[in-house]
C-alpha cells in the first residue's frame, strides 16, 4: 500500500468533515474505484484531485500496476500536492488465455480477461482494504466506483459505506443507445449494431456489473449542463437512472489549461511541443486513437497515406494498445514499422509521427492545433471540447459510435470520417476518405464553422467549473450529499 502524504495547501471553503453540523472533527474519507483501462483511471484521478481540492481525503484503489500507469501519465497538475493516498491492489492472475494487444478485433479483448479476473479473483482484498479504511475513519466513508465495476457494490454494502456511480460517459450515450439495433439485428439511424460496439463477452460482463448497481445512491457525470442538459433530462425522464439523483461534474480537467497556462508538461521528451511550437496558429491535425484500441496494418497504411495526401500539417501518435499486465511505452516503434519505408523523411517539417506517449492535453491546448482526428473516446471528447478543439470522428468501438453522433449531429463540433455502410462489421477507411475528411474539417468553410462552435463549447466548458457554474454547483451538492448520507 502506498500513501502519499498531503504537503499542498487545499483549495477549500468548508471541511467535509464539518459539513451538516458535524463537530467530531473526523475528516470524510472518498474511496475512489475505477476500471483499469486510461480513460476510465484518468477521469476518476482528475475527479479525486477536484473533491480533494474540495478537502477530500480520498483513497484511489487499483493495481499496482495501473497507479504506476495512471501517475506517470499525470498532466497540469502534481499530485503529491493532494490529499490522494494510492492504495494498491495485487494484479490477479491472468490464465494463458490473455489476449493479443494487437488483435485484428476493434474492441481491445485482451483487455476483458482482466476485468472478469479482477471482479474474480480481488473481493477479498477489496473487502480488507475497505474494513481497514472505515476502521481508520470511524465510519466517515463513502465510496465511488466506475459504472463498469459493480461487484465493488458488494463489499460497499457489507460495510454500509454510501456508494456512488461515476459514468465515464457521456449523458447522450443512454439516448443513443435505443436508436442502435439490438443484438438480433435490425437497424438504426446511425447504422451500427451493438454487436459491432461490444463483443459478446464483454456484453455479459457488462450486464453483470449493472445488475449490482440497485443499492448506490446516485450517478455522477463528466459532463457539463451546456453540453448535454437535455440528455440528462431525457434520462432522468425516461428513469434510466433508477430515479436516483445525478451530479453533472464536468469538465474534470485543472483550471491551469482554462486559464491558458499550458506549459505545464510532463518530464518527458517535448520533441512533439517543440514542433508544434514551429507551426502556424490552428495548422495542425492531432491524430491519436487512445491508450486501448489498435489499427490494423493494412488501416494504419491507409491513413498515412490519406494523410500524406491532404497536404495538412498533422501530428499522429502511433502505437499499439496497453497491455492488461503493463502500458506499452516501449513498444511504440513496433507500431511505426508498419509504415511504408522513408514516410517520415517524406513529410519532414509537415507531419511527426510521435513515438512516445504525447501529452494531449497540452498537445489540445497548443494553439498551433488546429483539428484532433479522434477515436471518440469520452475521455478526449471532453478534453477536445474543454479546449476547444474541432473534431474528425473515427469510432472504433462501445460508446464511441455515440459520442461520435453527439459531436457532429448535436453539437457541430466536428465532422465524421466517412458514413459506415456495414451495421455489423468493422469496416476499411480508405486513404481517400481520409484525405477528403481532413480537408474538410482543416479547409473548408464547414469545418471553420466547426471550428467556431468548438470554441464556443470551449467558453461554456470553462464557464461551468468556475465559482458559480453549473458544475461547480453540482459539485457542491454532491459533497454535501456524501456528508448527509451518514445521517440517512
Not at 461515476?166 to 436508436?179: D, E, H, T, V
Not at 504525447?358 to 471540447?385: M, R, Y
Amino acid at each position: 500500500m502506498i500513501q502519499i502524504p498531503f504537503i499542498g495547501k487545499p483549495c477549500i471553503e468548508t471541511a467535509l468533515g464539518m459539513m451538516s453540523g458535524d463537530t467530531s472533527g473526523s475528516k470524510m474519507r472518498v474511496v475512489v474505484v475505477p476500471l483499469p483501462a486510461q480513460g476510465h483511471l484518468n477521469q476518476l484521478l482528475h475527479f479525486s484531485r477536484v473533491i480533494a481540492q474540495r478537502g477530500a481525503t480520498v483513497s484511489f484503489v487499483a493495481t499496482s500496476t495501473h497507479i504506476h500507469q495512471v501517475r506517470s501519465r499525470v498532466e497540469g497538475w502534481e499530485f503529491h500536492k493532494f490529499d490522494i493516498h494510492f492504495e494498491e491492489l495485487p494484479m490477479p492472475h491472468l490464465s494463458g488465455e490473455e489476449l493479443d494487444a494487437q488483435s485484428c478485433h476493434t474492441f481491445p479483448i485482451h483487455l476483458i480477461p482482466l476485468f472478469e479476473a479482477m471482479e474474480d479473483q480481488l473481493g477479498s482484498h477489496v473487502d480488507q482494504l475497505l474494513r481497514a479504511i472505515c476502521s481508520e475513519n470511524n465510519n466517515r466513508v463513502v465510496i465511488v466506483y466506475d459504472s463498469t465495476m459493480g461487484w465493488i457494490q458488494t463489499a460497499a454494502t457489507k460495510y454500509s459505506i454510501p456508494a456512488y456511480i461515476f459514468r465515464p460517459i457521456s449523458a447522450y450515450y443512454k439516448i443513443w443507445s435505443k436508436r442502435v439495433s439490438n443484438e438480433t439485428g435490425g437497424s438504426s439511424p446511425f447504422n451500427i449494431s451493438l454487436k459491432r460496439c461490444y463483443p459478446e463477452r464483454l456484453i455479459k460482463y457488462l450486464r453483470r456489473q449493472r445488475s449490482l448497481l440497485g443499492p448506490a445512491k446516485g450517478y455522477i457525470i463528466n459532463t457539463f449542463s451546456a453540453l448535454e442538459s437535455e440528455f440528462i433530462r431525457q434520462g432522468r425522464e425516461e428513469l434510466a437512472y433508477g430515479g436516483k439523483p445525478v451530479w453533472s461534474v464536468g469538465s474534470l480537467l485543472p483550471r491551469a489549461f482554462f486559464n491558458d497556462e499550458r506549459r505545464l508538461r510532463l518530464q518527458v521528451d517535448t520533441e512533439c511541443m517543440r514542433w508544434l511550437d514551429r507551426q502556424a496558429p490552428a495548422s495542425v491535425l492531432y491524430v491519436s486513437f487512445g491508450s486501448i484500441s489498435s489499427l490494423s496494418v493494412t488501416q494504419i497504411r491507409e491513413l498515412a497515406d490519406g494523410l500524406e495526401r491532404s497536404g495538412q500539417h498533422f501530428m499522429w501518435v502511433l502505437r499499439i494498445s496497453d497491455g492488461a499486465h503493463s502500458s506499452t511505452e516501449a513498444q511504440f516503434d513496433s507500431a511505426c514499422k508498419f509504415l511504408e519505408q522513408g514516410y517520415g523523411r517524406r513529410l519532414e517539417g509537415r507531419g511527426l509521427i510521435v513515438r512516445n506517449w504525447a501529452p494531449q492535453l497540452d498537445i489540445l491546448f497548443h494553439k498551433s492545433t488546429g483539428g484532433f482526428l479522434t477515436h471518440c473516446g469520452w475521455n478526449s471528447t471532453v478534453e477536445s471540447i474543454s479546449a476547444g478543439v474541432g473534431m474528425l470522428t473515427w469510432p472504433l468501438h462501445c460508446d464511441q459510435f455515440a459520442n461520435s453522433a453527439l459531436i457532429t449531429r448535436e453539437l457541430k463540433a466536428g465532422v465524421e470520417v466517412k458514413e459506415w455502410e456495414n451495421a455489423e462489421e468493422n469496416e476499411m477507411v480508405s486513404a481517400e476518405e481520409v484525405e477528403k475528411a481532413v480537408k474538410r474539417l482543416m479547409t473548408s468553410e464547414e469545418g471553420l464553422q466547426v471550428r467556431k462552435r468548438a470554441q464556443e463549447l470551449r467558453g461554456s466548458a470553462r464557464k461551468a467549473v468556475c465559482d458559480g457554474g453549473s458544475s461547480w454547483k453540482d459539485m457542491d451538492s454532491l459533497l454535501h450529499h456524501f456528508s448527509q448520507s451518514f445521517s440517512d
